[in-house]
């Protein structure tokens, strides 16, 4: 998986602009006015679905219609889960290979892309561009950073939490899992009861020498932000 941000509204344009016109906003106002863009590869079908469950957001996703898939043996994302067990891998990669074929053997046969793909996994790579605002990220870090979150989504959700606190480090430092957040988790019997594990985990996340060295180090509490 490879996560980049490749624009973004920096908070202190739209300020200096809403001082110029003699206004003022909040912290969490603010951040449905900023916007942040990244690109997306290696991901798999399978996360790209639970990620466009997310709908405040624009998406530019890979077309399989168009766009023929090649080296699926190779390039398929597989689960942890299944690759640390060699019976289970071995399952795994064979239907990889008779998928690639099949669909390759349809191909030949003269059936168009659109119809072709009906035989790819949710394994097959894909590429996307997502552009979420601050709060609509603040969101989807709280649902996607969680420990119950599936384990593809919730690297995405980390890599792309790590990018946005270097680039506004104040503005996301209170980003992460809603248990972070908030101070208490949500999900009651199915709460993992790591806490405090994860408390220390977004304390630190993406506030560690960057390249070259430098050191991210968040103030206290942005003096805009509520509780």
């Known amino acids: 998986m490879d996560v980049r941000l490749i624009s973004y509204v920096p908070s202190k344009i739209v300020l200096e602009a809403l001082r110029e016109e003699g206004l ?10 900023l916007s942040f863009t990244f690109a997306v590869s290696g991901l798999s079908r399978a996360c790209t679905h639970q990620l466009v469950r997310h709908r405040v957001a624009s998406y530019s996703q890979q077309s399989q219609r168009y766009v023929r898939m ?14 640390d067990r060699p019976p289970a891998d071995t ?14 053997r349809l191909l030949r046969l003269g059936v168009p892309e659109e119809d072709a793909r009906f035989v790819l996994p949710n394994a097959a790579p894909t590429n996307i561009v997502i552009t979420m ?13 969680c420990n119950r979150a599936q384990h593809e989504i919730r690297e995405l959700a980390d890599r792309m ?14 980003a992460g899992p809603y248990c972070f957040q908030k101070g208490y988790c949500e999900e009651g019997p199915f709460s993992c009861g790591r806490i405090e594990e994860v ?29």
Do not use: D, M, N, Q
């Open 24 to 33: 003022e906003i909040s912290g969490p106002e603010l951040l449905k006015h």
């Open 70 to 83: 090649e080296r699926l043996a190779e390039e398929a994302v597989e689960p942890p889960s299944i690759s």
């Open 91 to 104: 399952i795994f990669r064979g239907f990889l290979r008779a998928s690639e074929y099949v669909y390759g």
């Open 133 to 145: 605002t601050g709060s609509a990220l603040y969101h989807f870090f709280g649902l996607r950073c």
């Open 161 to 174: 939490l790590v990018l946005c606190r270097r680039v506004e480090p104040e503005l996301f430092r209170r």
């Open 199 to 227: 408390r220390a985990k977004y304390e630190r996340l993406g506030y560690e020498p960057a390249a070259g060295g430098s050191l991210i180090r968040p103030r206290r509490k942005p003096a805009w932000w509520p509780g």
